[in-house]
């Protein structure tokens, strides 16, 4: 398989990019340098790298990337820093999965192309209606509004949710869910949820991001488990929880 990971400097797509190459995948990923990866993926003879600006690239150039690839994963996120909460782009996960599922689709592949996007068990699913108390509503409410991370993973999933939907011939999608993520070594034992089965703001779990990693590179090898979640955003805690 090819697959594109964007996001892959970041600490989980960092993961998932070697999880992906040790099962023998060929990836590629864009990312704004080279530098900050190890060198054990930097040489990888299964790794192409590409130097650039997501958004900065043009359409052509877009579609280039995605041309012959199997599967998509965004692991693109907001910098905890002051600039990378409030800074432009504001909207960089969800301009970025708009224009890479133009871009697959404008490729016109003779097969559905898997787009895995990382996100957040703050964001409910409107699909199923998933009810949340009051105090919370008002809380991920006021989020919405002061930190524009997190309206900007809610338009992201939405957009895979009602502008790709469920029945479209070129793209099938999931959209992982983690709680507060940790820095764990190695894959652990983790459930997997449709939704939420705690409060992600007053009784929050973890999630290890070694586990996400795990479970994204999951979804985007194994036909089976891609059967059970596609077009669906699974909620992942680590099983010790």
Not at 32 to 47: Q, W
Not at 110 to 130: I, Q
Not at 224 to 236: D, L
Request: glycine letters at 6%; charged letters at 25%.
């Amino acid at each position: 398989m090819t697959i594109l990971v964007v996001g892959a400097s970041g600490a989980t797509g960092r993961l998932l990019t070697q999880i992906l190459l040790e099962r023998g995948e060929h990836v590629r990923i864009i990312v704004r340098s080279a530098a900050g990866l190890p060198d054990v993926l930097r040489r990888h003879e299964n790794l192409s790298v590409t130097e650039a600006s997501l958004l900065a690239l043009s359409d052509t150039d877009m579609v280039k990337h995605v041309t012959g690839c199997d599967a998509v994963a965004s692991c693109l996120g907001h910098n905890m820093t002051f600039k990378g909460l409030f800074g432009r782009p504001h909207r960089l996960v969800t301009e970025a999965t708009r224009r890479l599922c133009n871009a697959v689709a404008a490729d016109k592949s003779s097969k559905p192309v898997k787009f895995v996007l990382m996100n957040t068990t703050g964001n409910r699913n409107r699909d199923l209606e998933e009810p949340i108390s009051l105090a919370q509503k008002c809380i991920i409410g006021l989020l919405r509004v002061l930190l524009p991370p997190h309206a900007d993973n809610e338009a992201a999933a939405d957009y895979l949710r009602t502008e790709i939907g469920q029945n479209s011939e070129t793209i099938e999608w999931a959209a992982v869910r983690p709680d507060g993520l940790t820095d764990d070594p190695a894959v652990t034992e983790f459930e997997l949820h449709p939704s939420p089965i705690r409060s992600a703001i007053f009784d929050a779990g973890s999630t290890s991001r070694m586990n996400v990693a795990s479970f994204m590179a999951d979804l985007i090898t194994e036909d089976q488990i891609w059967s059970r979640w596609k077009g669906k955003m699974p909620v992942i805690y680590n099983s010790a929880d």
